[in-house]
């Protein structure tokens, strides 16, 4: 079946920086879409991107389409605090009506 | 707009016990996904429904699991007998329409012991 490689797996950063993380697959995907979850929540949508190629931004977050359609990447540019949390890279592909395959998640941890 | 509603927020229940979940998608969503994530095995799909129907049921992990919905505002996910391997959290989430994005409740958390 199709896997997502989602790197790095966490990641420790002192706010200001930038962060940037990236998803590969196996396969080609038609969407990929990038989400947040903090604990005890569900995930929610940071970014939508349909088309490859597409460079789409949302705030200080941008994320990639790739061009060969297998992967994404997410920067977050002079992170906060409260950019800690959790990210997931999920990918739908053709015929698959809205089943998403997820990433295994990038921890973010932020430091003053 | 409320949201995906799930209910409970957390369950603790003994091996062999039936446990049900609930979910309420948001208004006028017509495809309803229930995921389950572990620290092991991440998001994983379990089913999902387009128009109270279920489409893709092959994420089930064995018949003990079992999923209904019955209209367009409500949805089960139930197990039984439930075993300590099922400790997970289980997330319900809906989409308006073919290929839009998911949006996801806050999850139930289940402790079998």
């Known amino acids: 079946g199709q896997q997502l490689n989602q790197s790095p797996q966490s990641m420790f950063i002192q706010e200001g920086e930038d962060v940037s993380m990236n998803c590969t697959s196996s396969?080609?995907?038609?969407?990929w879409l990038w989400y947040k979850q903090d604990p005890g929540e569900g995930p929610v949508l940071l970014i939508a991107?349909?088309?490859?190629?597409e460079l789409t931004s949302n705030g200080r977050l941008t994320a990639q389409f790739g061009i060969t359609r297998k992967d994404s990447f997410l920067n977050i540019s002079a992170s906060i605090p409260s950019d800690v949390g959790i990210y997931f890279c999920?990918?739908?592909?053709?015929?698959?009506?809205?089943?998403?395959?997820f990433g295994t998640g990038t921890r973010l941890q932020v430091t003053l | 707009d409320a949201g995906v509603i799930q209910s409970p927020r957390h369950e603790v229940t003994e091996m062999g016990q039936e446990v049900t979940l609930r979910c309420k998608p948001i208004?006028?969503?017509?495809?309803l996904f229930w995921y389950r994530q572990t620290m092991m095995r991440g998001l994983e799909l379990l089913i999902y429904?387009?128009?109270?129907?279920?489409?893709?049921d092959s994420g089930m992990p064995e018949d003990r699991f079992s999923a209904k919905m019955p209209n367009a505002s409500f949805s089960t996910l139930k197990i039984q007998p439930s075993e300590p391997r099922d400790s997970a959290v289980y997330f319900c989430?809906?989409?308006?329409?073919?290929?839009?994005?998911?949006?996801f409740g806050n999850g139930t958390r289940l402790t079998v012991t």
């Open positions: 989430a809906s989409s308006s329409q073919y290929n839009s994005p998911l949006h």
């Open positions: 396969s080609i995907f038609n969407t």
């Open positions: 991107l349909y088309k490859a190629g």
């Open positions: 999920a990918g739908q592909s053709v015929g698959t009506a809205s089943k998403l395959t």
């Open positions: 208004s006028g969503h017509n495809s």
């Open positions: 429904f387009n128009n109270n129907v279920p489409i893709d």
